[in-house]
Every structure is written in structure tokens, then in C-alpha cells.
């Protein structure tokens, strides 16, 4: 089984490569990392409380069960125009690439 990790704007194609892998742990551990990331951004930009909620996601996904499919769209600014950004793990067909 494969997995599939990637992030978006919902309703746009994804902002970054979708990375594949074989291994459920490791698409958890990509996705918290990509969150995390997020994260560290909006708490640097001012955005405390949003980085907050989306550390709190990282926990949540940090407890998901193996082979649990998950996602969630989180802040990305404090506009009111803001449609987040959506990240995800999923099982996919796609193989992952050669190195």
C-alpha cells in the first residue's frame, strides 16, 4: 500500500510535488513535518493563535492510527479572504519515485 502527502490552497492543484511513499510512518512523519513548518511561519509572522491550531493538528495527526487516511485545511494568514491551505495523507496507487 502507498501514501500520498501533499498541501494545497482548496480549489487550487497541489503548491508542491505530492510525495509518495511506501511506508505509513513515513508519510506521518513528512506531513507533521510540513505542518510544523507552517507552523514556525505563522508564529513568526505574528500569527500566534493560528500556529496554535495548527500545532494542535500535528498532535492529532501524531495519534492518528497507522493506515488512517487523514487531512485538514488550517490558516495561512489572518485575512478574511484566507481559504487556508489543505494538507493531507492518503492511500494512493501512484508508486513512489526511484531515487
Known sequence: MNYAVGHNTPGY???????VT???DSAKRAL?????????WLD???????AE???AECEDLNLASVGT???TTVPS???EHDLGLSFWLNV?????EED
Open 69 to 71: 487516511e487523514w487531512s
Open 44 to 50: 513568526e509572522i505574528g500569527l500566534h493563535d493560528q
Open 13 to 19: 492543484s497541489p503548491e508542491s510535488d505530492v510525495w
Open 22 to 24: 511506501e511506508d505509513y
Open 53 to 55: 491550531e495548527v500545532s
Open 32 to 40: 507533521i513535518d510540513d505542518l510544523e513548518r507552517h507552523a514556525d
Open 92 to 96: 494512493t496507487e501512484e508508486e513512489p
Open 77 to 79: 494568514s489572518d485575512s
